[in-house]
């Protein structure tokens, strides 16, 4: 599967962007999905996660309450709505697709990734 993330750009803080992460091929709605996050000088973290049929999900604690992670299997699209943004919320963000089908935290536990879009985040 190919995955290819949108939505990204520049937002005061306070503000709020939704991103996307389209997949290609087939069997979308057999992926555990997740969005992941680098920011500058810092190793690529985990954020959130949906399961397969979008009846689960799962959040770092950084970001409880302010992201919402949902997909549309029938889109073939996952997507994280991001509120009350930081500074600190701004990196590069990553889709990420897991084939084994419970949510997992871990980077390494996912097969597929998107190229990143960019988050920035102005105080």
């Known amino acids: 599967v190919q995955l290819q993330a949108f939505g990204g750009g520049l937002v005061q803080a306070g503000g709020s962007l939704s991103l996307s992460c389209a997949a290609s091929?087939?069997?979308?709605?057999?992926?555990?999905m997740g969005w992941f996050r680098q920011a500058p000088g810092k190793e690529r973290e985990f954020v959130t996660a949906?399961?397969?049929?979008?009846?689960?999900?799962y959040y770092v604690d950084s970001v409880k309450g302010r992201f919402t992670i949902s997909r549309d299997n029938a889109k073939n699209t996952v997507y994280m709505q991001m509120n009350s943004l930081k500074p600190e919320d701004t990196a590069v963000y990553y889709c990420?697709?897991?084939?084994?089908?419970?949510?997992?935290?871990?980077?390494?536990?996912?097969?597929?990734w998107g190229q990143g879009t960019q988050v920035t985040v102005s105080s």
């Open positions: 990420a697709a897991r084939r084994v089908g419970y949510i997992s935290t871990r980077e390494y536990e996912y097969d597929y």
């Open positions: 091929g087939r069997s979308f709605s057999s992926y555990v």
């Open positions: 949906i399961s397969r049929s979008g009846g689960s999900t």
